[in-house]
C-alpha cells in the first residue's frame, strides 16, 4: 500500500469520523411517531478512542510500508567477443569492469530506489564510531563499493554489531566474483526483515488493545413500548457480545423524567437525565454522555411527550 493511498484513507476516515460527531451525535432518538421510542446513548470518550486507534494504526502502516525489508545486489560481468583473425578459432571474450545494481526492496516485493554503480573494483566494510550528548561511544558499520573515482554506500541503514558477520560474507563474495569470470552474475542480499516485523508486531499489539479498550465503551438504551407498557433499560458494553444487563419498569411505576445540569471544573457543563421509579432514580446516562450543545430538557420533553405526560 503506498504512502499516497494510506494518507488518503486516513484523510477520508477522519472526515467522515468528526462528519458523524458534528452530524449524528451521541444519542440517537428514533421511533417517536410509532409504539416503540428508543433512546441510546452512544459511549464519546470510547469514539475518541477509536478515532485515536484507526490514526495509530494506519500511520504505523504509513511508516512500516516505507521502511525497506531487503537490499540486494546484483552484478554481472560484461563480455565482449572479439573476432580471431582465424576463421577457425571460436571468438575470443574480454571481460570488461563490473555493473552492479542495487535494489531496495520494501513490503510486498515492492522494488524502489534502483541504482546503477558501474566499474566497480572492490567492496569494503568501515567502522563508524560516534558519540552522542553524553559522550557514550557508538559504533556501527557500512558497506561501500568502490569505483575508480568514488566510494557509494550499499545503503544508507547503518548495521550493528550483531549483523557484522552478514555484511563481511556478502562483501567478502562481491570482491570474489570481482577477480572471478567464472561466474556470470552474483545476487547478495541484506535481510532487514525480522526487525521491520517486530516493529508492526508491536504497533498492531498497542492498536489492538487500544481498540479492545474502545470495545469496552457503555452503551445505554432505553426502549418505552406502548404495547406492553413497559420500558427496557439495556445496559452493554462491546455491542453486547459480551451480554448485556437488562431491567424492566412499568409505565405506572415511572413517577416522573428529570434532568439535572452539572457543572464541570473547566470543561463548561454536562447534562444528566433520570427516569424515576418507586424508591431509585435511574440515570439515563452516565455523566459526559450529552455534551454542552445538547439540553438535557429535550430529551425529558420527547419522552414525556411520547408517554403522554407533557404538559
Known amino acids: 500500500m503506498g504512502e ?13 469520523a468528526f462528519a458523524y460527531i458534528s452530524i449524528g451525535g451521541f444519542i440517537k432518538i428514533s421511533g417517536e411517531d410509532s409504539t416503540k421510542l428508543s433512546v441510546t446513548f452512544r459511549p464519546k470518550s470510547s469514539f475518541f478512542l477509536a478515532i485515536f486507534t484507526i490514526n ?3 500511520l504505523s502502516l504509513l511508516d512500516t510500508s516505507g521502511q525497506i525489508l531487503i537490499h540486494k545486489i546484483t552484478c554481472e560481468h560484461s563480455i565482449k567477443n572479439i573476432s580471431n583473425t582465424n576463421i577457425d578459432s571460436n571468438p575470443r571474450q574480454d571481460y570488461l569492469p563490473t555493473n552492479c545494481n542495487i535494489t531496495d526492496i520494501g513490503w510486498f516485493k515492492h522494488e524502489k530506489n534502483p541504482k546503477l554503480i558501474s566499474n566497480i573494483i572492490e567492496a569494503k566494510v568501515e567502522k563508524i564510531i560516534e558519540f552522542d550528548e553524553h559522550h557514550r561511544k557508538h559504533v556501527s558499520y557500512q558497506i561501500f563499493l568502490l569505483t575508480q573515482s568514488e566510494s557509494i554506500p550499499f545503503a544508507d541503514y547503518m548495521y550493528l554489531n550483531y549483523e557484522i558477520e552478514n555484511i563481511k560474507k556478502l562483501t567478502s ?10 561466474e556470470k552474475e552474483l545476487i547478495g542480499i541484506v535481510d532487514d526483515r525480522v526487525w521491520s516485523y517486530i516493529v508492526f508486531g508491536i504497533c498492531l ?8 479498550l474502545t470495545l469496552t465503551g457503555l452503551f445505554v438504551n432505553f426502549t418505552f413500548d406502548k ?7 439495556s445496559r452493554y458494553r462491546c455491542f453486547g457480545m459480551f451480554g448485556k444487563k437488562v431491567t424492566q419498569y412499568p409505565f405506572d411505576d415511572i413517577i416522573d423524567i428529570k434532568y439535572n445540569r452539572i457543572e464541570l471544573d473547566e470543561s463548561g457543563y454536562r447534562y444528566q437525565v433520570f427516569l424515576v421509579v418507586p424508591e431509585n432514580e435511574i440515570r439515563l446516562n452516565p455523566i459526559g454522555m450529552i455534551s454542552s450543545n445538547i ?12 408517554l403522554g405526560r407533557w404538559n
Do not use: Q
Not at 563474495?173 to 567464472?182: A, Q, T
Not at 499489539?205 to 479492545?212: S, Y
Not at 404495547?227 to 433499560?233: C, G, P, Q
Not at 439540553?295 to 420527547?302: A, F, L
Open 295 to 306: 439540553d438535557g430538557s429535550y430529551i425529558v420533553m420527547v419522552i414525556k411527550k411520547f
Open 205 to 212: 499489539f498497542f492498536g489492538m488493545i487500544i481498540l479492545l
Open 4 to 16: 499516497e493511498t494510506v494518507i488518503t484513507i486516513l484523510l477520508a476516515i477522519n472526515l467522515i
Open 56 to 58: 495509530f494504526f494506519f
Open 227 to 233: 404495547e406492553t407498557n413497559i420500558v427496557t433499560v
Open 173 to 182: 563474495s562481491i570482491n570474489n566474483f570481482l577477480i572471478n569470470n567464472e
